[in-house]
């Protein structure tokens, strides 16, 4: 078979991807009960809940906590626009609530920070999915732009939103 000479996939990349391993997530299931030793996070049935720490819980570090300690962010959410200014404490309330909602269900989606440089802010958060509901809640509360762009030979978001 001839090897294409331009960049774009074969159909055959299209048909099966590369399936790339997240560096962050478990190989395997953990012995239960376990903690996370930073945030106390317990890994009970499968899954990563807030619940009361077990007696002989095993201390372990849970995938947030991990891409935390590495500056490794999942999702990146860029804020641009003139309403950033004008309604400051507005969104960033909403955007701390949107977290503890997402959090709450969600144990492992947090915001890891928020930057205000300039005329834009730049929120990262531990997994895709919180990036991508700070986003459309902003837009459906604000209107304005929303983009997404997805990466998944990294496993990362990036989203821009601008009003």
Same mark, same amino acid.
């Given at each position: 078979?001839?090897?294409?000479?331009?960049?774009?996939?074969?159909?055959?990349?299209?048909?099966?991807?590369?399936?790339?391993?997240?560096?962050?997530?478990?190989?395997?299931?953990?012995?239960?009960?376990?903690? !996370?030793?930073? !945030?106390?996070?317990?890994?009970?049935?499968?899954?990563?809940?807030?619940?009361?720490?077990?007696?002989?819980?095993?201390?372990?570090?849970?995938?947030?906590?991990?891409?935390?300690?590495?500056?490794?962010?999942?999702?990146?959410?860029?804020?641009?626009?003139?309403?950033?200014?004008?309604?400051?404490?507005?969104?960033?309330?909403?955007?701390?609530?949107?977290?503890?909602?997402?959090?709450?269900?969600?144990?492992?989606?947090?915001?890891?920070?928020?930057?205000?440089?300039?005329?834009?802010?730049?929120?990262?958060?531990?997994?895709?999915?919180?990036?991508?509901?700070?986003?459309?809640?902003?837009?459906?509360?604000?209107?304005?732009?929303?983009?997404?762009?997805?990466?998944?030979?990294?496993?990362?978001?990036?989203?821009?939103?601008?009003?």
């Amino acid at each position: 078979m001839p090897m294409r000479s331009d960049s774009s996939p074969s159909r055959w990349a299209q048909a099966w991807p590369e399936r790339t391993a997240d560096t962050y997530k478990l190989r395997g299931k953990l012995r239960e009960p376990s903690m !996370c030793s930073d !945030c106390g996070v317990v890994y009970h049935r499968g899954s990563w809940r807030w619940l009361d720490v077990p007696e002989g819980a095993e201390a372990v570090l849970c995938p947030a906590c991990h891409r935390i300690r590495d500056h490794q962010p999942a999702g990146f959410l860029k804020l641009e626009g003139d309403l950033l200014q004008l309604q400051r404490d507005e969104l960033m309330n909403q955007i701390r609530n949107v977290e503890r909602a997402e959090g709450g269900e969600h144990a492992l989606e947090r915001i890891m920070g928020i930057e205000e440089s300039g005329p834009g802010w730049l929120v990262t958060t531990t997994g895709v999915h919180l990036a991508r509901r700070l986003g459309e809640a902003l837009h459906d509360a604000h209107q304005g732009t929303l983009t997404f762009q997805y990466n998944q030979d990294e496993k990362v978001v990036r989203v821009h939103w601008h009003a």
